[in-house]
């Protein structure tokens, strides 16, 4: 079942953009020739506004709208192996509660430290109680360390599974929303998915937002257009599912996601049942040592002393 909802998750990572990432210089021409949606059809026209003039100018025939999806891809595939470390303020869903964590990525995992539960700070016994935490792993960061390699595993997954995205949809010029330009997707009858991730993702269904300029993911949102069976049911089964994710410039060419909205739900073996909730709001983003060790992460935590903020 674990395993199941790990395919979830990833997939629908994976569907956003089309995914995550940070930030590139944009393709354009030729580049996002080779790299466009096979099974993607030409639209009709893009409008007038100026993020459309913007694309219709850089090339003597309009793009269509998966080879637009190919560049924004193709963008994010690259900038993925830049891996700069963060600091950022997140406050997530835990269950029945809201939790406030400030977090900065080190080169031996990410490590946090809550700050509020439900909008309230917390307490001096609750305090005391992650301060313990977090000394603990100071002494034996062996849990940290097994969470980094299994992010790590998670990268390599996505990054194949976002290599697919192209060719997994057919892509259709939608206007433009807030001077960004609007696509939809749906399934490529054409593409036989080969993995359960794969799957998952042909599955879904909804729009994109892409910032025309710099060829980057904006906002997506998707819906599971299917049943998705695993072992024709007899494994599992995940009925119904929907993803949001919202990014924003944080920098010069730098994107970072700064909302989660996940919800899947299903079967698994002997009838258990499946939920996968992810709820995320990050803010406060800043840039930080790639080198950064857990002592100096738990330092800055504590104090505060912070790099400015990032700002396009």
Not at 39 to 54: N, V
Not at 93 to 108: C, F, M, N, P
Not at 224 to 234: A, C, K, N, S, T
Not at 271 to 287: G, H, L, M, P, W
Request: include cysteine; aromatic fraction near 6%; glycine fraction near 8%.
């Amino acid at each position: 079942m674990e395993k199941t909802g790990q395919f979830v998750f990833l997939s629908l990572l994976a569907a956003g953009s089309l995914l995550l990432g940070k930030a590139s210089p944009a393709l354009s021409g030729d580049a996002a020739e080779e790299s466009g949606g096979r099974g993607s059809s030409r639209a009709a026209h893009w409008g007038a506004s100026p993020a459309t003039e913007l694309i219709a100018s850089s090339r003597p025939d309009t793009p269509t709208a998966g080879e637009l999806v190919g560049a924004v891809v193709a963008n994010e595939l690259m900038d993925r192996e830049k891996r700069r470390k963060w600091f950022s303020t997140i406050e997530k869903r835990a269950g029945k509660q809201t939790l406030t964590e400030v977090q900065i990525e080190t080169k031996d995992g990410p490590l946090y430290r809550l700050l509020a539960i439900d909008g309230t700070a917390l307490n001096p016994g609750q305090r005391q109680q992650d301060d313990a935490r977090i000394g603990r792993l100071m002494t034996d960061p062996r849990s940290l360390l097994k969470l980094k390699q299994a992010q790590e595993e998670d990268e390599l997954k996505l990054e194949k599974l976002m290599s697919l995205m192209p060719e997994a949809f057919v892509y259709d010029c939608d206007g433009v929303e807030e001077n960004l330009l609007r696509v939809k997707f749906s399934p490529n009858p054409k593409y036989s998915p080969p993995t359960y991730e794969a799957r998952v993702i042909h599955s879904l269904a909804g729009t994109i937002l892409i910032d025309s300029e710099q060829k980057r993911l904006a906002k997506v949102a998707g819906h599971l257009m299917d049943r998705v069976e695993f072992g024709y049911g007899l494994l599992g089964r995940i009925d119904s599912g929907t993803v949001e994710l919202g990014r924003v410039a944080v920098g010069p060419q730098e994107w970072k996601t700064t909302f989660i909205n996940i919800h899947f739900s299903g079967r698994a073996v002997i009838f258990k049942t499946i939920n996968k909730e992810q709820y995320e709001r990050r803010s406060d983003f800043r840039a930080v040592s790639s080198d950064l060790s857990l002592a100096d992460a738990k330092d800055l935590l504590v104090s505060r002393l912070l790099p400015p903020p990032q700002t396009p």
